[in-house]
């Protein structure tokens, strides 16, 4: 089957979003999640961490600082997106937030789907984070559509491995949608398909390259 796959930051979804909304919803709400769940099994993560890396025994309140610390260096920490990602689920039932969407991507989506290709997920969020922000989006729950979801479990974003190891579950036949020349250039290696989105203004890129999916027929 035809794969269409799909970066989200800056490609489906504004990068705002994640770092002006998402992120300080996090920052904001993390001490106060950790002091309702002080038992929470990723905490053993974060204090395996702060021992290996600062030979410290951590108490709670250290655990909330480390967290909060890894939040405003955009760590990718397991124990912090598995935290995040609770914190966020909330944010979106409560409707505090809607995952953002560019407007030309479910009516390309819609088309596509229609034409036999399956629409997939590749993105630095996890999974956990990546089907909130398509299940709470501003254009409703989007899950139904997407078949396939692949965080860094796969690989970094910039290897080529990781599209390798992408392709053995969805096959050989897929275009890549992102606006980071270097991850494209990993896919291509892989022998991917390979588009460049601009959400501003097209610049010169070795990749096709396009501003809205309206522009793609695939
Ligand atoms: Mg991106």
Not at 101 to 115: F, S, T
Not at 148 to 165: A, I, P, Q, W
């Amino acid at each position: 089957m035809k794969t269409l796959l799909f970066d989200i930051e800056g490609t489906t979804t504004d990068i705002n979003f994640v770092h002006k909304v998402l992120f300080p919803y996090s920052l904001e709400r993390m001490e106060a999640f950790i002091l309702r769940h002080p038992q929470h099994p990723a905490l053993d993560l974060v204090r395996k961490t702060l021992l290996e890396e600062k030979n410290i025994d951590a108490n709670l309140e250290t655990c909330i600082e480390a967290l909060i610390g890894w939040i405003r260096t955009d760590r990718k920490h397991g124990a912090l997106k598995q935290i995040q990602g609770e914190i966020w689920q909330h944010g979106y039932a409560a409707g505090d937030f809607k995952g953002h969407l560019y407007p030309d991507v479910l009516p390309a989506w819609q088309r596509w789907l229609e034409a036999g290709f399956q629409i997939a997920i590749y993105s630095s969020g996890s999974v956990q984070a990546q089907k909130l922000i398509f299940g709470y989006s501003s254009e409703g729950d989007l899950t139904p559509i997407i078949s396939h979801y692949f965080d860094t479990k796969v690989g970094g974003k910039r290897e080529v491995e990781s599209y390798l190891n992408i392709q053995k579950v969805i096959g050989p036949d897929v275009t890549f949608f992102s606006d980071i020349s270097e991850e494209l250039d990993a896919a291509k290696l892989a022998g991917f398909k390979t588009v460049q989105v601009f959400r501003d203004e097209v610049k010169p890129s070795a990749h096709q390259s396009i501003k809205s999916f309206s522009e793609f027929s695939a």
